[in-house]
């Protein structure tokens, strides 16, 4: 019988491996403590983007 | 009697089964995990499972987890200084490769944010007992609470929490 493929899980697998691999190369170079700072801030933008969008259509 | 609300700290590959296009199953279970289960709980992400849904291949998946995610309204946590240090410590401690390094630091993340668990579909990675007695340990020599490791069922069950 075929084995169905976990997408779900095939696309969490992924999107953990490229983050790890930009914590990996930051460790590396002694800057993870960085680079999580970095993801907070893009992290921060994203929330934010919502959050300014919901007051652009409340004030229409 | 008022009943305790659990923080409950839930890594990406819960969020990414919300727009699980193939095993029905799995995503009515998450979905019975937030509406049912962790419906009067508090509900933690970190910066890093933003990140990791950013990377999310499909646009409408991605888009559909996103809108989910808000939608649950959960606490966002910031930059912590220990994170990094609490990853590596446990990489270490534990013998794992750097492949785990992103694992471990949502560990650090839900130690940090003193969750009563870390909810993950992920099995063959964080929800095991190799990661838990590690997690046991770190916590117990540091005197902070453990979270709990598991997959949502597990969670449920472990903290009383009716699905």
């Not at chain 1, 691999?21 to 960085?34: F, I, N």
């Not at chain 2, 401690?93 to 668990?117: F, K, P, Q, S």
Request: proline content about 4%; some cysteine.
């Amino acid at each position: 019988m075929a084995r169905t493929v976990d997408v779900a899980l095939k696309n969490y697998r992924r999107a953990r491996r490229k983050v790890n691999d930009r914590l990996v190369k930051a460790e590396k170079e002694g800057r993870l403590a960085q680079e999580l700072r970095r993801i907070e801030r893009e992290a921060r933008a994203w929330w934010d983007k919502e959050d300014a969008g919901k007051v652009r259509r409340k004030a229409k | 009697m008022v009943s305790r609300r659990f923080r409950l700290y839930l890594d990406t590959s819960v969020w990414n089964r919300l727009a699980d296009p193939v095993n029905f199953v799995m995503r009515r279970d998450t979905y019975h995990f937030l509406n049912r289960a962790a419906a009067r709980h508090i509900l933690v992400v970190s910066p890093l499972v933003i990140a990791e849904v950013q990377e999310t291949p499909d646009p409408d998946e991605r888009l559909t987890i996103e809108r989910l995610l808000r939608k649950q309204r959960p606490e966002r946590l910031g930059h912590h200084e220990r994170v990094d240090e609490i990853a590596r410590s446990l990489l270490e401690g534990g013998g794992l490769g750097m492949r785990r390094l992103v694992d471990l630091t949502h560990v650090g993340y839900a130690i940090t944010c003193r969750a009563d668990a870390l909810v993950t579909w992920d099995a063959r990675t964080l929800a095991r007992p190799r990661i838990r007695t590690l997690v046991q340990a770190y916590c117990r020599r540091n005197g902070v609470q453990a979270p709990l490791i598991g997959r949502p069922g597990e969670v449920a069950e472990w903290l009383g929490l009716s699905m």
